[in-house]
């Protein structure tokens, strides 16, 4: 219940997501941009591999499948609701980037 809302609140307050889906503890956030079934990996620098080390930076590791524009977000089932809270303010700042990607294109 609290990753749903949280992840609700993300997608309306950035414009650089395109789409959050996921359950539980398991979600996945998708940006504007090329569709990661066109993605061929030729880009050295993707927008989901800067977000990840921005969060990172800011104290959370997140994931990417190597695409360019989807994160994943899977905490440990036994991640505490602080830890969690954490993750999520990490990721709030991460997403910076993908709000600025999106101003970029208009």
Do not use: C, N, Y
């Not at 990840?52 to 036994?78: C, H, K, N």
């Amino acid at each position: 219940e609290l990753m749903a809302r949280e992840m609700k609140r993300l997608a309306d307050a950035h414009p650089g997501i395109a789409r959050i889906d996921g359950r539980g503890l398991h979600w996945t956030i998708e940006f504007h941009g090329p569709s990661w079934r066109d993605w061929e990996g030729h880009d050295p620098d993707p927008l989901a591999s800067r977000i990840a080390a921005r969060v990172l930076d800011a104290g959370a590791m997140i994931a990417t499948s190597g695409e360019q524009t989807s994160l994943f977000i899977a905490p440990p089932l036994i991640v505490e609701e602080a830890e969690l809270m954490k993750v999520l303010e990490a990721l709030d700042q991460g997403l910076e980037l993908a709000d600025a990607e999106v101003e970029l294109t208009r």
